[in-house]
């Protein structure tokens, strides 16, 4: 079955430099989720998107932002890198969640994040 | 605010021992509570859900978990570790009206030994 796919996969950036990480949901999913997990913690959400809104935001900083495209795959854009940037970013996709329920997030393998 | 604790950040077992990796949630609203394990280096794989329909949640893997509302429980067990169950296992959370994002455990590392 296909997954969520993220690229790139791993990624060296110096400080102040900018990235751009990509993210490729389930096909049918609509929604997208965006996960920061640091060295040894667990995964704290970003932000999330359904049908190219901004659904949800939780701990993002304003040097980050998101988008979902029209193809429902989404990238997070990450400005003035500073060294606690340094993460595992995961995306995560799933259906809409009606009201009253909830659909599971299937993880993307994740991007590696490294800036020296 | 809804939240998830996990006792133990370490647990190690014997091989073909019992597994148990306990979670206590905190949730004005009903919660959704779900496990993902995570292997070095990789993703978060769904592990199991509970979704308010059985308290018994059967998983892959062999793993199941039992919702206990008066306990605020959510543990985790198998009956019979393998090697191959060696990973970090998260706890997480969501609830109606929470926009559906999941609010995780600290985790806790599992290590199965001979």
């Known amino acids: 079955a296909a997954g969520v796919i993220q690229s790139p996969r791993h990624l060296i950036k110096e400080k102040r430099e900018t990235a751009t990480l990509k993210c490729y949901p389930i096909?049918?999913?609509?929604?997208v989720y965006w996960y920061q997990q640091g060295p040894g913690q667990d995964p704290q959400f970003l932000i999330s998107?359904?049908?190219?809104?901004?659904?949800d935001k939780g701990s993002i900083p304003d040097r980050f932002s998101a988008q979902q495209f029209s193809d429902y795959h989404s990238e997070l854009n990450m400005s003035s890198l500073e060294l606690g940037d340094s993460a595992l970013y995961f995306c995560?996709?799933?259906?809409?969640?009606?009201?009253?329920?909830?659909?599971?997030?299937?993880f993307g393998p994740g991007t590696r994040l490294t800036v020296t | 605010a809804q939240s998830v604790t996990q006792l133990g950040s370490h647990v190690s077992v014997s091989e073909g021992a019992l597994v148990l990796l306990r979670c206590n949630y905190s949730?004005?609203?009903?919660?959704?509570l779900f496990w993902y394990v995570q292997y070095p280096n990789q993703g978060l794989q769904l592990l199991l859900k509970?979704?308010?329909?059985?308290?018994l949640v059967k998983g892959i893997n062999g793993f199941e978990a039992e919702f206990k509302k008066s306990e605020t429980s959510f543990h985790l067990t198998k009956p019979s570790a393998h090697m191959s169950d060696a990973a970090e296992y998260f706890c997480?959370?969501?609830?109606?009206?929470?926009?559906?994002?999941?609010?995780f455990g600290t985790g806790t590392q599992l290590k199965v030994e001979l």
């Open positions: 995560a996709s799933s259906l809409f969640w009606l009201a009253g329920g909830s659909y599971e997030q299937y």
């Open positions: 096909p049918r999913h609509d929604t």
């Open positions: 998107f359904y049908e190219k809104m901004q659904s």
């Open positions: 949730s004005s609203v009903p919660p959704y």
């Open positions: 509970y979704t308010s329909a059985a308290t």
């Open positions: 997480a959370v969501t609830f109606t009206g929470g926009g559906n994002k999941l609010t």
